[in-house]
């Protein structure tokens, strides 16, 4: 059973591969190994400082905001690799149609 507890979680076609309830209030609630997912940062809550200041805990909130600066980075350093090879197999594609139009006009010439 989900630690939300469920009632359709034990049915097998409401679980995962790995026996992880998909349940979307489970979904949101699960952190990503990839890092936060949007509606996790949407609904973070910060703790407020002690008696006599107002305001949340400054180091809570630096933290939580290098996390996620972290978590940006990667993403974008993802999505650049992953264009360059969308490059590099788009240039692939249009070379092999090329070879593959010059061979069939070889072949209609003959």
Not at 37 to 43: A, D, M, Y
Not at 68 to 75: F, P, S
Request: glycine content about 6%; aromatic content about 6%; proline content about 5%.
């Amino acid at each position: 059973m989900c630690p939300s507890n469920h009632r359709g979680c034990v049915v097998d076609r409401t679980l995962s591969e790995r026996g992880q309830c998909v349940q979307p209030c489970c979904r949101a609630n699960r952190r990503r190994a990839a890092g936060y997912l949007p509606s996790q940062v949407r609904l973070r809550r910060f703790t407020p400082v002690g008696f006599g200041r107002r305001g949340v805990d400054p180091d809570e909130v630096t933290e939580f905001l290098d996390q996620v600066a972290n978590d940006l980075a990667r993403a974008y350093t993802e999505l650049a690799r992953v264009r360059e090879q969308n490059t590099r197999i788009k240039d692939a594609l249009r070379r092999w149609q090329s070879r593959q139009v010059r061979s069939a006009q070889e072949l209609a010439g003959r």
